[in-house]
């Protein structure tokens, strides 16, 4: 969405009337106030909050930029686009990055907001952004977003909010730091005196004491209510019975509209008013539109003129009085008529609205007028027309709530419009092995309908969205099958979905161990996500290059690999929101998830396990990681960190979890090697035995990776058991295979096992030589844990070597990892006194409170009761709980918090 999409009256301080009722107090209120971040003005309908700051507006002398918002502006695109455009109208110059992305077709995003940012702290000119009727804005997205912008705006920039509601802002934490004032209901209402005067000087009625008191008292001093009241008041014959039958409810003013302000319009005008109320905004073309009226745009233009000069609550948006909106309330009351007396009208009203708006191509406003018209095929064939279908940019929060207004008969026989729903479902929704599920009903109509209709284009697309979600699944061997049967369905001009493909090939080729082939394939996949918009495929792709890495001892440039995903999400916020964020406004996090995984491996390779920790924290926090089991090292990683922090208790106690909870032959296959594993660390050697007797050459479709570590832990039990020919003999195969495909993080890991194997055969000359091209190759990246996690065997061979090591840099590394033996065995010796799970850090003192209060059986009601919070509050901090431990239900949350050593 450019700026030229947008209203332009949307950023004009609306027209103030000549008649207009001084507000002194709140002016003076609102001088005060202007040097804080953040103003709001928070009152339900009719309180006049746009007239005061539009009052306010025009005699500040301070720049004052204004946006007026309306249903549309939910999406997250066109709200942003809106506010920089606002902003730009008050720069002395229009600041480099955000002008140079409004002259593009592209909107400038949230990645703008840090340019923007600065650009106001460089600008140092004082600039106040008015936001009215910030209620329409219900996107989550929308509202997290808008938190970190107040959250750090520089001291020359104010903003005012005004709103029927209270914004989902932390307006608590703004409260207590000071950053904020409000003006209420209280403070808006109108004063005895100025009821007086506002039905003398503006609606021009002669009123006794007594019953402007009376007036004043029913009102509450609802400022609508009264000029409702005026008006009657100005037609009536009878005052004294209009008193005595005048009630000051909300609801008696709105059936008080209808019935008597309406009635007493001449036909024509009643016509008109009720035909044109569906319109948030309308012009004279639109309601000729609508109304057919037979005098053309001219006669709907006096009509709109005639409604201004007669106070019908007619709000002029711009001086040349082309464009008008009905005061909200009003409309509402006409809605509300409308609907009682001629409710089939409506749908051809909005069917006649949407035209309108089409023939402007204005689609997003056309859509929802046809779907409220239930015009099904109609508002199909707009959102056809909204959707780029060669771009990963549309708006799919929106098209989510669009497509779910079609029947499942409408999508079913339009694929592209399935097709289109299943992605704004994946886009909006946690990525899980649920999301498959999810769709899969959208997912086969689309399928079943591209192969209708012969569209190899849109069945590749479908059968690669299929594969990407059954990756998440861990099915690896359905993948490669459909992203095959994609591949020769796509031409090499389809870049949006060969990217995945490739990069699932990619992945193909890291887990089958051949990390040379897996390189080209996922730096062609980046380039062609990056050119299609994908941030997903991207961060993917990237995260997969560090695996790679990782694969060839490439330890340093796995790390920038790591990092660069991570900055790629934060740099490309305008993506991010359209394609990470979920419908509760939350970021989803799982690729994210994986680039920390990738980085816990790297910081537990340097030996650095506090880092390590974090970063593996921050890849398993919150929900299941399935895409573990498909990493190199998987599950066996979080097994040797916990045995290295001494936590092999904890070791065991992860791995018979997931044997309870898993039922797949390869992912069970994994935990019992990792098992073994820790088994052959206890000196368990039957119990190692057993594993390596049973049937070992299963085959699997991920099976070379675990094949590997299978035959290097096979290798180790026979060191153990003092049979070096034999871990000899198995190692020469591993070894071969290795320098072939360049895994040379495998090679390492096999020269210290054939440099055991060596000095317990009695071949100590070589096994010093290996240990020595070990330690040579090891050096530049670091390598602490390689070496410290094969035990005092290899301790012993280095202290063996030191004497003779010329190179000094070699003898200052050996020196290093002597160092870091000695402290590895006093950590052993005397573990951290604080043994508390790295999950009880992620739950907050109240969370920890509300946790116990579970454990007792207490319900919702009555954990609010006992802490003395909202009943919503304790809601989102036991949803909260249960997030955190990966539980399901309250039952489950108690069981691990107990495993966990939280109660």
Excluded at 101 to 125: C, R
Excluded at 293 to 299: K, N, R, Y
């Amino acid at each position: 969405m450019s700026e030229s999409h947008l209203l332009m009256t949307k950023f004009t301080v609306p027209f103030l009337r000549p008649q207009l009722l001084p507000r002194t107090r709140l002016i003076e209120r609102l001088n005060q106030s202007c040097g804080l971040p953040l103003i709001l003005l928070s009152a339900t309908a009719g309180f006049g909050k746009t007239t005061l700051l539009s009052t306010w507006a025009s005699q500040s002398m301070r720049p004052i930029s204004w946006l007026s918002l309306d249903e549309l502006d939910n999406d997250p695109e066109r709200f942003w686009t809106s506010v920089v455009t606002a902003l730009h109208a008050d720069f002395p110059v229009a600041p480099a990055d955000t002008a140079k992305a409004s002259q593009h077709t592209q909107p400038p995003f949230l990645s703008v907001l840090t340019s923007l940012i600065n650009d106001l702290v460089a600008s140092a000119s004082e600039t106040i952004l008015i936001l009215d009727d910030y209620h329409v804005i219900q996107e989550p997205a929308i509202h997290s977003s808008f938190a970190f912008f107040l959250d750090h705006t520089p001291a020359s920039l104010h903003v005012i909010l005004s709103s029927r509601v209270d914004p989902p802002l932390p307006l608590a934490r703004w409260r207590a730091q000071g950053r904020m004032a409000e003006i209420r209901d209280a403070d808006l209402c109108l004063s005895e005196a100025e009821t007086a005067s506002f039905l003398s000087q503006v609606m021009g009625l002669s009123l006794r004491e007594e019953e402007v008191w009376r007036l004043f008292e029913r009102t509450e001093g609802w400022i609508a209510g009264v000029q409702l009241a005026g008006l009657a008041l100005q037609r009536t014959t009878d005052p004294v019975a209009w008193f005595r039958s005048f009630s000051g409810s909300h609801r008696f003013v709105l059936d008080y509209v209808q019935e008597e302000i309406l009635a007493r319009q001449p036909a024509p005008l009643q016509r008109f008013l009720l035909q044109t109320a569906i319109l948030s905004e309308m012009n004279a073309s639109m309601c000729q539109a609508l109304t057919e009226e037979t005098g053309g745009e001219q006669a709907c233009q006096a009509l709109l003129e005639t409604l201004e000069r007669a106070n019908l609550f007619v709000v002029p948006l711009d001086e040349e009085r082309r464009w008008y909106r009905y005061h909200a309330l009003f409309r509402e009351a006409l809605l509300t008529y409308l609907r009682a007396t001629t409710p089939e009208q409506l749908p051809l009203l909005h069917r006649r609205a949407a035209a309108w708006y089409a023939t402007q191509e204005r689609w997003a406003q056309a859509i929802p007028h046809a779907l409220s018209a239930g015009d099904e095929g109609y508002a199909a064939d707009l959102i056809e027309c909204f959707v780029d279908p060669a771009s990963f940019r549309n708006d799919y929060h929106m098209l989510r709530r669009w497509l779910a207004g079609l029947s499942s008969e409408t999508l079913r026989s339009r694929p592209h419009l399935s097709f289109r729903y299943v992605d704004s479902v994946v886009f909006t929704t946690p990525r899980s092995p649920q999301t498959l599920d999810l769709v899969e009903e959208p997912l086969c109509w689309a399928e079943e309908g591209y192969r209708q209709i012969s569209d190899e284009a849109g069945l590749g697309a479908v059968l690669t969205a299929r594969a990407v979600l059954t990756s998440m699944q861990g099915r690896v061997a359905e993948v490669l099958a459909l992203v095959h049967q994609a591949l020769s369905l796509l031409s090499e001009q389809q870049a949006l979905w060969r990217g995945h493909c490739l990069h699932l090939l990619g992945l193909e080729m890291i887990i089958s161990g051949q990390p040379d082939r897996a390189q080209p394939l996922l730096l062609q996949a980046r380039t062609l996500s990056e050119q299609s918009g994908s941030l997903p495929g991207t961060i993917a792709a990237i995260i997969w290059l560090g695996f790679v890495s990782l694969s060839r001892s490439e330890l340093r440039q796995a790390e920038n690999f790591f990092q660069q995903a991570l900055a790629h999400s934060r740099e490309h916020e305008d993506l991010a929101l359209l394609q990470l964020t979920l419908e509760t406004g939350r970021r989803d996090s799982y690729y994210e998830r994986r680039a920390y995984y990738g980085l816990a491996r790297l910081f537990y390779e340097w030996n650095d396990l506090e880092k390590a920790q974090q970063y593996l924290h921050e890849a398993l926090i919150g929900m299941p990681s399935p895409w573990i089991h498909v990493l190199p090292s998987g599950l066996l990683f979080q097994v040797r960190m916990l045995v290295a922090r001494g936590e092999t208790e904890q070791a065991r106690s992860l791995l018979h979890a997931n044997v309870s909870q898993e039922s797949r032959p390869e992912i069970l296959r994994e935990i019992h090697m990792a098992q073994a594993w820790l088994s052959l660390k206890a000196a368990d050697l039957p119990q190692t035995e057993a594993w390596a007797s049973s049937d070992l050459h299963t085959t699997e479709p991920f099976a070379h990776v675990r094949r590997e570590e299978e035959g290097l832990l096979l290798a180790r039990l026979r060191i153990a058991e003092g049979q070096p020919q034999a871990a000899l003999g198995l190692l020469s195969e591993w070894k071969q295979e290795a320098s072939k495909a360049h895994r040379g993080y495998s090679e390492l890991q096999i020269l210290l096992l054939e440099a055991l194997a060596q000095e317990q055969a009695g071949e100590q000359v070589q096994a010093r030589a290996t240990l020595l091209e070990a330690i040579t190759r090891a050096r530049p990246e670091g390598y602490q844990r390689l070496f410290l996690d094969e035990g005092i065997s290899i301790e012993a061979l280095l202290k063996s070597l030191l004497p003779d090591l010329r190179d000094k840099t070699l003898a200052t590394y050996v020196r290093a990892l002597l160092r870091a033996f000695i402290e590895a065995e006093v950590s052993a010796v005397t573990p951290p006194i604080d043994t508390t799970p790295p999950l009880l850090d992620s739950l907050t003192s109240q969370e920890q409170r509300v946790l116990q209060q579970l454990a007792q059986g207490a319900s919702n009601q009555e954990i609010a009761n006992a802490l003395v919070i909202q009943l919503s509050t304790a809601r989102k901090h036991i949803s909260s709980i249960l997030n955190k431990l990966g539980a399901a239900n309250r039952t489950q949350a108690i069981a691990l918090a107990r495993e966990y050593g939280l109660l």
